[in-house]
């Protein structure tokens, strides 16, 4: 069964509009969750992580945030998008340290 | 720093060739890390396709293998005969740091041909 979900699946969106990427765990409790980026051509590399419900650490300032609102729940946003975030988003889940990450389907954003 | 330096794709083959694509790590936060090879198929996720976490051992899954060469800082991934439905996209990584954190390579865009 498919534990991690994320949406949309692709955008493409103005420079300068906001975003808001979404991730969503299924029957793991208190997973940590974590944000990963890759721009055309460039590295994979982690944004965001938590442990916990309402806390997020910064990895790579990027303009850009992230929430944890519920302990399923992974929100990656900005009000303002710049060119440079146009890539693949993958949302991923582990049950802590040593444990293996499970990766969401990603979301490819193209900025305009 | 931590960093994983991969073969630079697209790495083209033909059907039942072999394959290898070179990994080379750096590790300077992380004592003992794991290393790892994930596959990206088109309009999929990321998944593992395998793992070692202790120096000198191999990790072998689908027909792929790779071995933990600690002296020489390496990973490559290796396949006797490849299929066409191997074509995707192969991160070599390494981790995890203190704060659980996966360091990936740029990824290798795997084209096999019938």
């Known amino acids: 069964a498919q534990t991690i979900h994320q949406w949309p699946v692709a955008e493409i969106k103005a420079v300068g509009s906001p975003l808001s990427l979404g991730c969503t765990i299924k029957g793991k409790s208190s997973p940590n969750l974590y944000w990963y980026w890759q721009a055309t051509g460039g590295t994979l590399q982690q944004l965001f992580y938590s442990i916990t419900v309402g806390q997020v650490e910064s990895v790579v300032q990027l303009n850009l945030s992230a929430s944890r609102p519920k302990d399923d729940q992974f929100i990656l946003s900005t009000e303002k998008l710049l060119l440079s975030h146009s890539g693949f988003y993958l949302c991923?889940?582990?049950?802590?340290?040593?444990?293996?990450?499970?990766f969401g389907s990603g979301t490819r954003l193209l900025v305009i | 720093g931590d960093s994983v330096t991969q073969t630079e794709g697209p790495v083209t083959v033909s059907e039942s060739e072999s394959l290898i694509i070179n990994c080379t790590y750096s590790a300077t936060s992380i004592a003992y890390p794991n290393l790892f090879w994930y596959v990206r198929y088109p309009g999929e996720g990321l998944q593992l396709l395998l793992k070692?976490?202790?120096?000198?051992q191999k990790g072998s899954s689908r027909g792929f293998e790779a071995t933990y060469n600690k002296e020489t800082t390496s990973f490559h991934l290796q396949k006797a005969s490849v299929q066409e439905s191997d074509s995707a996209v192969y991160y070599c990584a390494l981790g995890p740091d203190s704060n659980n954190r996966i360091f990936f390579g740029d990824g290798t865009q795997l084209v096999v041909k019938p």
């Open positions: 991923a889940w582990s049950l802590g340290i040593n444990s293996d990450y499970t």
């Open positions: 070692v976490i202790t120096a000198g």
